[in-house]
C-alpha cells in the first residue's frame, strides 16, 4: 500500500504562487508515475499535471500550461506542482495521484493511489 500526504495549499491573491508537495510513504520501493488533480465545489475531479517514473516526460491540462510546473523532488516518489499566474478559477481542492504504470492518464480511473487533498484559494 501506499500513503500520499499533500502540503502547501493555501490562500493567495489573484497573480500570486504557490508550490505544492507530495511526497509517498509505504510500498515506495519502486518508482510511481505520479500527478495531480483537483476538484472544485460541485465539479468533477480534472485533471492539472502528470509525471512519468523517470522524470523526463510531463502533460498538462490546457488551462494550466504556461502557468504550472511538475518535477519530482530528489527524495523517491516526491513531486511538486509550481502554481503561477493564479486566478480564481484555479481554487479548488488538490489532489496528489500515483500509479505504477508509466502513461499518464487525464482520467482519475486509472490512478491508483490517492492523497486526501491539499485546498487552493485564490482571491480577486
Known amino acids: 500500500q501506499v500513503q500520499l500526504i499533500e502540503s502547501g495549499g493555501g490562500s493567495v491573491q489573484a497573480g500570486g504562487s504557490l508550490r505544492l508537495s507530495c511526497a509517498a510513504s509505504?510500498?515506495?520501493?519502486?518508482?510511481?508515475?505520479m500527478g495531480w488533480f483537483r476538484q472544485a465545489p460541485g465539479k468533477g475531479r480534472e485533471f492539472v499535471a502528470g509525471?512519468?517514473?523517470?522524470?523526463?516526460?510531463?502533460d498538462y491540462a490546457d488551462s494550466v500550461k504556461g502557468r504550472y510546473a511538475i518535477s519530482r523532488g530528489n527524495t523517491k516518489n516526491t513531486v511538486y506542482l509550481q502554481l503561477h499566474s493564479l486566478i480564481p478559477g484555479d481554487t479548488a481542492l488538490y489532489y496528489c495521484?500515483?500509479?505504477?504504470?508509466?502513461?499518464?492518464?487525464?482520467?482519475?480511473?486509472?490512478?491508483?493511489?490517492w492523497g486526501r487533498g491539499t485546498q487552493v484559494t485564490v482571491a480577486s
Open positions: 495521484a500515483a500509479r505504477a504504470s508509466d502513461s499518464i492518464p487525464t482520467t482519475p480511473g486509472p490512478w491508483v493511489y
Open positions: 509505504g510500498r515506495t520501493v519502486i518508482m510511481y508515475t
Open positions: 509525471i512519468s517514473r523517470s522524470g523526463d516526460r510531463m
